[in-house]
Structure formats: C-alpha cells, structure tokens
C-alpha cells in the first residue's frame, strides 16, 4: 500500500485549497484514512479522519466547519477541502491509512501506512 499526497501549497490567509491522496493497493480500500499534520515545533496531530464507507467523519476543533474530509473508494483516493485557512493551518500534512476499530482515529500509532507529506504554508 502506498500513498502519495498532493496539492499543498502556498496560499493567502482565507483562500482554499484541496488535499488528495490516492492510494495504491485494494487492502487500503477497507481502512479508516485520515489527515495528519506536524507544524513546525509542535507535535503531530489529527486533521480530520473518515470511515472505509465515509459515513463517519471526525474533525479537530480548531479546522471544524472550515475543512472537510471525503473519499472516493471507486478511485481509492481520500481528500481534504480546506477553507477559510488561517497562518496556524501552516504545516506538513500527511495522509495515513490503517484500521482503527477498537482504537482513537488520532492515535497514529494505529496507522500502518503514510505519505511522505506536502506542505502547506498560509501568509497572513
């Protein structure tokens, strides 16, 4: 399984941008997927996460109502709408797949595969 993400970038505070992550492998297609990311001297945290079916979502406090997770199972691929983005958006974000039954969406030890991030920098 591998995943590969794309669409980070450098934009305006307020602008938007999408996050993709196609996955390779039919194995990943039955995993929990779900957004990560690490900003600079911090530690490693839960964006937003969704179910094998997409029927469950959970999202952090601070990107609620702004960004917004879906995948698309027939092209294997997860996706992160980012809006309204603030500079505290500023980070590496990753995408991970794995099963998380039993366990915390955000606790990334439960995640057996990663990509390897893009960044995504928000000027004020």
């Known amino acids: 399984v591998q995943l590969a993400e794309s669409g980070g970038g450098l934009v305006q505070a307020g602008g938007s941008l999408r996050l993709s992550c196609p996955t390779s492998g039919r194995k990943s297609r039955t995993h929990t997927k779900t957004w990560f990311r690490r900003a600079p001297g911090k530690e490693r945290e839960l964006v937003a996460a969704i179910s094998r079916t997409g029927g469950s979502t959970t999202y952090a406090y601070s990107v609620k109502g702004r960004f917004t997770i879906t995948r698309e199972n027939a092209k294997n691929t997860v996706y992160l709408h980012m809006n309204s983005l603030l500079p505290a958006d500023t980070a590496v974000y990753y995408c991970?797949?794995?099963?998380?039954?039993?366990?915390?969406?955000?606790?990334?030890?439960?995640?057996?595969?990663w990509g390897q991030g893009t960044q995504v920098t928000v000027s004020s």
């Open positions: 991970a797949a794995g099963s998380t039954e039993g366990g915390s969406r955000s606790d990334s030890r439960l995640y057996e595969y």
